[in-house]
């Protein structure tokens, strides 16, 4: 999937959530039942880190989700491509570095940080694949990659009533309470288009990540992935992790485990 399946050039996409950053954090609670905040708690478990190292938090809107690295004292940079969003961040929450920047062109060195993060905001990107890349090179050797994004439910029963849900409901209810209802008409189709777990698990595996496992949430409604960087990462080194997960996807284990 890509922008240009869903008819939205990326400056598009970033004035229609420049739009709507001053409801954001209060639409996504009422659009997910209250769920957003279990499944960021999980994303930060995942990243298993600690303070002295520094977190990248891409897609980070208004900060909400680098809110608790920076309370626990992490060295967290909240980066994302809509001004809007990250000045609605950066008054009220001065204290968190935010910057602005392209997931498919990071403006920061390589082996940059011990950890990154992206929630629900791959899906958002032009070049996914890329943005994978980009990950892979500012993560120091050995450090991890967690995303979080909606995925594809696993009973197909809850499937079609959620997918029904993201085609009539939500845009109903983002009617009510959102400042730009069409944008989250957008984000559901965007959200219907994404690839299932198995499939972002081999867009990890081509792009260079290794250990890839995934976690689903609330019956497969969102995904967690979590991936490592290899410790060699001299050309060979590199070429020998691409290699090795070249792996049929069937054998990932289904569980992050800690």
Not at 102 to 130: C, M, Q, Y
Not at 195 to 212: I, M, Y
Request: glycine residues 6%; contains cysteine.
């Amino acid at each position: 999937m890509n922008r240009a399946s869903l008819d939205k050039r990326p400056d598009e996409v970033a004035t229609m959530f420049d739009d709507v950053a001053p409801k954001y954090d209060v639409v996504n609670d009422v659009l997910s039942m209250g769920q957003t905040r279990r499944w960021r708690k999980v994303v930060v478990e995942a990243m298993e880190v600690s303070k002295g190292q520094r977190v990248l938090d891409l897609a980070a809107g208004t900060g909400t989700s680098s809110e608790p690295y920076a309370d626990a004292g992490i060295d967290v940079v909240a980066c994302d491509f809509s001004l809007g969003m990250l000045k609605v961040g950066k008054r009220r929450r001065p204290d968190i570095n935010f910057v602005a920047g392209d997931a498919t062109n990071l403006p920061f060195a390589d082996n940059s940080f011990d950890a990154t993060t992206i929630s629900f905001g791959l899906r958002n990107v032009n070049e996914p694949k890329k943005a994978l890349q980009e990950m892979l090179r500012v993560t120091k050797p050995g450090g991890r990659l967690v995303i979080a994004e909606f995925s594809q439910p696993v009973v197909p029963l809850w499937r079609t009533m959620y997918t029904e849900y993201l085609m009539r409901a939500l845009p109903a209810i983002a009617t009510k309470v959102a400042s730009n209802p069409d944008a989250y008409v957008y984000l559901a189709e965007s959200i219907r288009a994404w690839p299932d777990q198995d499939n972002l698990a081999a867009w990890l595996q081509e792009t260079g990540w290794e250990n890839v496992t995934y976690r689903n949430l609330t019956g497969g409604i969102v995904a967690v992935h979590r991936a490592f960087k290899a410790a060699d990462t001299t050309p060979d080194g590199a070429a020998a992790a691409i290699a090795a997960n070249k792996g049929p996807v069937a054998k990932l284990r289904r569980n992050i485990t800690r």
